[in-house]
């Protein structure tokens, strides 16, 4: 519920005290007043709630009295699930007041902690909270300014399901130390993001040893940590088998990174692998085959969706060649990658002399890549040839926004006469498009 019917809660208290089923989620809109004495009945009506499942205050301040009144209605609560409370002015103080509802509800899964102003201060309260807490699974901490206080509140990770820490500051040693220890015991972790942290080289070979450990993580995502080649081998080689999603786009892997990815993907250590980002990695054509051909050794029935844009330098015959030799590859994108004329022509010769059966690549995305309309209009008609959709049979979306004259009449016709052939296939030509133009 986003509560844009009146500028109180009356309503909203109303209906949580009489156990609307039909109100599960709420979420309190900024022009809701909510003042100590709102505070007070919200309260009281959580307290009683059987049916809110989502509870988001986010767009609101809370003081640290408010925050004390909210958490003594949330520490009987048996139904809510998920709680945002506070908006960037949250605080320390506040946080400190909300923990102890943290420690005797037995509902609450996930908190979301992003943006609320946290500080070292409240760092060890965090922990001890969701240490004592018998429920919280999941915690979102991106983006607070926790300094020297990561040390506080990494330890308690280890009992968690799901840990998300953009933008922290993790990377120093005493961090990565404290992280890796909490990961040697997180046998139930599944999901970890640590993006825009200061995650180097040596970060990871500490993370790597706690990673090793982790035996149910299946998602990991590291992008824009300075980790280079190095960094980028010791994790990906430390990444146990049951791990099906790898974000590590804009770290520097360079090809030595990529190339130690795809030893892995070799000698299947990697089995379950679904979904890779190695976007603006400097990645060259060498590299990027090297892990095609080692994304075929996938077992049969696994499917990969690569993201591999911001890459310059990939418009090379032997790319396009392994693109279409890997028969494992389901989604391919490539945005920025500078195709240009002489990408797009050694796609186009590969898809030509393909003699290889039907390809099961169902989205491509070759927007941004300063494709000349010509090229384009050939690339376009080529999908629609007889020999083209024969090839790539399986193909429902292709994205060829943000290029040169993209949306001109040429490129126009040329799409409908795609259409045309192939109906159900969707084009996407303006970034806006998220359902092609027909």
């Not at 692998?273 to 976007?279: A, E, F, L």
Request: glycine fraction near 8%; aromatic fraction near 2%; include cysteine.
């Amino acid at each position: 519920m986003w509560g844009a019917q009146s500028q109180g809660i009356d309503d909203i208290v109303r209906r949580i005290s009489q156990n609307d089923a039909s109100l599960t989620s709420l979420y309190l809109m900024r022009h809701r007043s909510f003042n100590e004495e709102d505070a007070g009945r919200l309260a009281d009506a959580l307290s009683r709630s059987e049916t809110l499942v989502e509870l988001n205050l986010s767009s609101h301040a809370i003081s640290p009295r408010v925050a004390g009144i909210l958490g003594a209605g949330l520490k009987s609560n048996q139904s809510i699930r998920f709680i945002s409370i506070g908006n960037s002015t949250f605080g320390d103080e506040a946080m400190v007041e909300l923990c102890g509802c943290f420690e005797e509800n037995t509902s609450i899964t996930t908190i979301d902690l992003e943006r609320k102003g946290l500080t070292r201060s409240s760092a060890a309260a965090v922990c001890r909270a969701v240490e004592k807490s018998t429920s919280v699974k999941h915690l979102m901490l991106s983006h607070n300014d926790l300094q020297g206080g990561l040390e506080d509140v990494l330890p308690c990770v280890s009992g968690l399901e799901s840990f998300v820490s953009h933008s922290c500051g993790i990377g120093c040693a005493r961090s990565s130390t404290a992280l890796s220890v909490a990961m040697r015991n997180a046998s139930a972790l599944k999901r970890v993001e640590l993006d825009h942290n200061m995650l180097d080289a040596s970060s990871a070979v500490l993370l790597a040893e706690g990673l090793s450990h982790c035996t149910c993580l299946e998602k990991i995502s590291l992008s824009s940590n300075p980790l280079g080649p190095e960094g980028v081998s010791s994790l990906v080689e430390a990444l146990p088998a049951g791990i099906q999603s790898i974000d590590i786009s804009h770290t520097d892997a360079q090809d030595a990174g990529i190339c130690s990815l795809a030893a892995c993907l070799r000698s299947q250590k990697l089995p379950n692998i679904r979904y890779m980002n190695i976007s603006g990695c400097g990645l060259t054509a060498r590299s990027m085959s090297t892990l095609l051909e080692a994304a075929s050794h996938l077992p049969d029935g696994k499917g990969l969706e690569l993201d591999a844009g911001e890459n310059i330098g990939l418009g090379h015959d032997e790319f396009f060649s392994y693109v279409l030799t890997c028969h494992r590859v389901l989604s391919l994108r490539l945005h920025g990658c500078n195709l240009g004329t002489r990408g797009i022509e050694s796609l186009i010769r590969a898809l030509e002399v393909h003699a290889g059966g039907a390809h099961p690549l169902r989205d491509l995305d070759i927007s941004g890549n300063n494709i000349p309309e010509d090229c384009m209009v050939t690339l376009l008609s080529q999908l629609a040839s007889p020999h083209g959709i024969s090839v790539f049979s399986c193909l429902q979306t292709l994205v060829i926004a943000a290029n040169p004259d993209v949306e001109g009449h040429k490129v126009a016709d040329a799409v409908e006469a795609l259409y045309t052939a192939r109906p159900s296939m969707v084009v996407i030509r303006a970034a806006t498009d998220s359902s092609g133009q027909k």
